[in-house]
T-cell receptor
Framework: QVQLQESGPGLVKPSQTLSLTCTVS??????????WSWIRQPAGKGLEWIGR???????NYNPSLKSRVTISLDTSKNQFSLNLISVTAADTAVYFC????????????WGQGTLATVSS | EIVLTQSPATLSLSPGERATLSCRAS??????LGWYQQKPGQAPRLLIY???NRATGIPARFSGSGSGTDFTLTISSLEPEDFAVYFC??????????FGQGTTLEI
């Protein structure tokens, strides 16, 4: 059974870069059968899909965040990462990593989430 | 971007009652809609995919219906553990995959 675990600094200063990592166990991120996504949720609010990466290196991003986001893979560590530049308080949220099958694109597997706070 | 509008925002019911949650899409998405349940401090859990298919391990009291722009999640007889927040999500027209704002099901 696949498990996903987010990690990264809980506090980031405004204008800096938020960097998070998702460590995957029980499945290989090198498998072509899946996409690996980041989703965020501000406190008390809904879910926002940030973007995804495939083992081929192909990425897709939410147009509202595309200019600030990079998602990448580290197959040697079975991890994928999120970099969000020029953060503001509006980027404060719980960040989830998640997996979808290549074809069906439903978020069936999730990490537990990690809170990232943007504050000076 | 497809906007999903859920109603009601909050639904107050008792265990044993039937719950009906609605999700309306801003344009036709066929049956490309899923439902998720989220409890406090937890990640969302996929309940229903492709409008009406239960995900693995989801009890039969959960059912989904609809197509086009109007969708419904029904919980036939509420159990205490069903009180949570429910989100719909579309995968028809992306990026981005979009979610509804959620319905809180409270006792």
């Amino acid at each position: 059974q696949v498990q996903l675990q987010e990690s990264g600094p809980g506090l980031v200063k405004p204008s800096q870069t938020l960097s998070l990592t998702c460590t995957v166990s029980g499945a290989s991120i090198s498998s072509g059968s899946y996409y690996w996504s980041w989703i965020r949720q501000p406190a008390g609010k809904g879910l926002e899909w940030i973007g995804r990466v495939h083992t081929t290196g192909n990425t897709n991003y939410n147009p509202s965040l595309k200019s600030r986001v990079t998602i990448s893979l580290d197959t040697s560590k079975n991890q994928f990462s999120l970099n969000l530049i020029s953060v503001t308080a509006a980027d404060t949220a719980v960040y989830f990593c998640a997996r979808t099958d290549f074809y069906d694109n439903w978020f069936a597997d999730w990490g537990q989430g990690t809170l990232a706070t943007v504050s000076s | 971007e497809i906007v999903l509008t859920q109603s009601p925002a909050t639904l107050s019911l008792s265990p044993g009652e039937r719950a009906t949650l609605s999700c309306r899409a801003s344009q036709n998405i066929g049956t490309s809609l899923g439902w998720y349940q989220q409890k406090p401090g937890q990640a969302p859990r996929l309940l229903i995919y492709e409008a009406s298919n239960r995900a693995t391990g989801i009890p039969a009291r959960f059912s989904g219906s609809g197509s086009g722009t109007d969708f419904t999640l029904t919980i036939s007889s509420l159990e205490p553990e069903d009180f949570a927040v429910y989100f719909c999500q579309q995968r028809s027209n992306w990026p981005p995959y979009s979610f509804g704002q959620g319905t809180t099901l409270e006792i």
